[in-house]
C-alpha cells in the first residue's frame, strides 16, 4: 500500500472520500498525531474543545484489484476526549468508516478506557464490522512508560484489533498507522463492490446485509460530497 500526498486541492479531484475519527481519553495526543500526519511535523497543542478535523489527499495501491489506482480524499476528525463531548462525537458515527482508538502507553488510565471506548464504538457506529486501529502513543517517552507492548497486544488481540504504538513527536509509525486504517477501509469497500457485482443479477440492493449495503451506499455516494 502506498499513500502519497497531493498538492492540488480541488474538491472534485478525487475517485472516494473516506472519514476517520481519532478517538481516546483527553491528552492521549490524538490531536498532535493527526497533525503530524497533515503536515508530516511536530506541533505541541493544547486538549481539543469539541470536535475538528483535518483534510488531505492520498493515493492508494488496491490489493484487491491489481493494477488500479484511487485518488482518495480524507476527512479525519479529531474528538475531545471529555464525556461532556461524546454527544458531539456520536453524531459523526454515520458517516465514519474507520476508527483510530488511542491511549498514552505512560497513563494507565487510558489504557483501561480501551473497553469502554471500543463499547461506544459498537454501540454508535453505523457499520456493524467497523476499521479499528488501536493505537499506543507517546513511546518517545519510554522512561515513563507503564504499559508494555505485550500487554497491549494481549488486548488488540482480544479485541480482535490491529495493535501500533507511535510517538507524535517523533513521527514514528504516525504514517504508517493511518496507511494501514486506509487499506483495512478501502479492501473492505473493494470486497463488498466485488460482491454485489457477482450477486447483483440475481439480489435486490434492498436485500444486501446492513454491512455491504452500507460499504455500498458510501462507495457510489461519498464521491464529490463533503459535508465538512
Known sequence: MSALVRTKSVDSDYDHLLKFIVLGDLNVGKTTYLYHFVHNTYSNFKSTVGIDFYEKRVTFKSNINIGAKYRLKLLLWDSAGQERYRSLTTSLFRDIMGFILMFDVTNESTFLSVRNWITFIQTHCYNSEPQIILIG??????????????????????????????????????????????????????????????????IDIREMPTKSKTLMKKLYENKNQCNC
Open 137 to 202: 502513543n507517546k513511546i518517545d517517552a519510554d522512561n515513563r512508560r507503564f504499559v508494555d507492548t505485550v500487554r497491549a497486544k494481549d488486548l488488540a488481540d482480544e479485541l480482535h484489533v490491529v495493535y501500533i504504538e507511535t510517538s507524535s513527536v517523533t513521527g514514528h509509525n504516525v504514517k504508517e498507522s493511518m496507511e494501514l486504517l486506509i487499506e483495512q477501509t478501502m479492501n473492505q469497500m473493494e470486497l463488498a463492490t466485488q460482491k454485489y457485482y457477482k450477486s447483483s443479477s440475481t
